[in-house]
């Protein structure tokens, strides 16, 4: 693995050896010193031209634990505001000696451009571009299912996911149905037509309407933010229809076996697409859906910088 653009770059077995190896890693963090040798005298950038709390700050965390420096670069306050291009940050970046680049980014693809253009010798990581992919955030998923319904190894066969909401504006649901997919795992959509991508009857999942049809056989549902900043147009009469019809409040909690575990990426719209009390409910896993992410964070960047300590 050179770099890590999309989840549909990781076949499963690659997949399992980033589950694995975040697993390894998660022992690590449980001790009184946290931090490893492993990537002392390299470089993160996390270059982020879009808002982030969890992906930036676990990505932080992720190389201050293998020992990497890590340069932060948020677009607001750069030297983008003066209209410096993608191509001139990253040719910095790289004169600076950044052996890997985390990127977020408001336009799908970028991180692709990154890896592709020769800009960089750097990984490239894709941290959420556009509305197209997450793929760290699809693996602390899948290593988050991983822990509770499967023991903590193997793939995920046969394991029921239901992805509820704005799937059209959502890098998080593509990310997860190809990486859920590959695992194993039986993925419904359940989203509003019009928050439906076109071509998503080709996606290797079911496609839904109906979240209470597909609650009962759920074995986790993720539910997706409405994300109002790419909605340009009404996809919905009103927040409080939206709720009521695609919302997961305490009557759909019981609705859902009683193993079954509630999942959203986070930042969640409270009283939107998740009622408060489930939210914070003892099925709800999103708080260790964070911590998982600093674990599965290590265990891209350690695969993919190699583990080398170098000569020191
Ligand atoms: N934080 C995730 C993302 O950046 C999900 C969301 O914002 O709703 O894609
Ligand atoms: N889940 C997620 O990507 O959160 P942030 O947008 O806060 O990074």
Redesign the pocket.
Known sequence: MRHLLSAADLDAETAILVLDTAAELAAVTDRSVKKLPTLRGRTVVNLFF?D?T??RISFEMAAKRLSADVINFAAKGSSVSKGESLKDTALTLEAMGADAVVI?HHASGAPHRLATAGWIAGAVVNA?DGTHE?PT?ALLDAFTLRRHLRGGTGGLEGLRVTIVG?VLH???ARSNVLLLATLGADVTLVAPPTLLPTGVHEWPCRVSYDIDAALPASDAVMM??V?AERMHDAYFPSAREYSRAYGLDRDRLGALPDHAIVMH???MNRGMEISAEVADSDRAVMVEQVTNGVSVRMAVLYLLLGGSTGES
């Open positions: 879009e982030s969890r992906t977020r959420g997450h955030q704005d959502s890098r998080v997706l933010r994300q990426p986070g930042p």
